[in-house]
Antibody, heavy 121, light 111 residues
Framework: QVQLQESGPGLVQPSGTLSVTCAVS?????????WSWVRQPPGKGLEWIGE???????DYNTSLKSRVTISVNKSTNQFSLRLISVTAADTAVYYC??????????????WGQGVMVTVSS | QSVLTQPPSVSAAPGQKVTISCSGS????????VSWYQQFPGTAPRLLIY???KRPSGIPDRFSGSKSGTSATLGITGLQTGDEADYYC????????????FGGGTRLTVL
């Protein structure tokens, strides 16, 4: 059973860079699945950030595309999120998510517990 | 402003049935499968329904999903106090702004 665990600094300075990593256990990141990041600001709804395949192919939310990079590390079975030029609006719980490939479709069926990141000086 | 529209809140008594709507457009719900997620305070979302009406193993059949045109509906029967949570719909967006999109979420209160 695949499990996901996020890690990262709880506090980031405004205009700085937010970096969060997701450790994948119980399965390989090179499987035929997509690996995604979703965030949730305090008291608000879910926002898809982007996703990546183990080959490096991926897609990003157009509203964040200029600031976001998602990458895969096959040797450590992890994938990461990097968000630059952060502001208070980027304060949120960041979830890593597996989209399992089932009969030609990708299903968001595995979520990490989430990591809270606050942007503040 | 979320791409998909859900009512902010719904409520019903224990044992009753409730439905939660999710409205979109031809570029998202109209052309793609819909999923539903349940989220309790302080926890990660959990997949309830995928491919419009399928339940992952472990999800009781009190939960059901349907889709018609550019709208989808989550139904919950035999409401229990433990069903009090936030519910989100989600799907894919096709076209120039491709990606995944969610509704704004609906808070279910079991009175």
């Amino acid at each position: 059973q695949v499990q996901l665990q996020e890690s990262g600094p709880g506090l980031v300075q405004p205009s700085g860079t937010l970096s969060v990593t997701c450790a994948v256990s119980g399965g390989s990141i090179t499987s035929n699945n997509l690996w995604s990041w979703v965030r949730q600001p305090p008291g608000k709804g879910l926002e898809w950030i982007g996703e990546i395949y183990h080959s490096g192919d991926g897609d990003y939310n157009t509203s964040l595309k200029s600031r976001v990079t998602i990458s895969v590390n096959k040797s450590t079975n992890q994938f990461s999120l990097r968000l630059i030029s952060v502001t208070a609006a980027d304060t949120a719980v960041y979830y890593c998510v597996r989209l399992e490939h089932i009969r030609g479709n990708y299903i968001m069926n595995t979520w990490g517990q989430g990591v809270m990141v606050t942007v503040s000086s | 402003q979320s791409v998909l529209t859900q009512p902010p809140s719904v409520s019903a008594a224990p044992g009753q049935k409730v439905t939660i709507s999710c409205s979109g457009s031809s570029s998202n719900i109209g052309g793609n499968y819909v999923s539903w997620y349940q989220q309790f305070p302080g926890t990660a979302p959990r997949l309830l329904i995928y491919e419009n009406n399928k339940r992952p193993s472990g999800i009781p059949d009190r939960f059901s999903g349907s889709k018609s045109g550019t709208s989808a509906t989550l139904g919950i029967t035999g409401l229990q106090t433990g069903d009090e949570a936030d519910y989100y719909c989600g799907t894919s967006e096709s076209g120039l702004t491709s990606g995944r999109v969610f509704g704004g979420g609906t808070r279910l209160t079991v009175l």
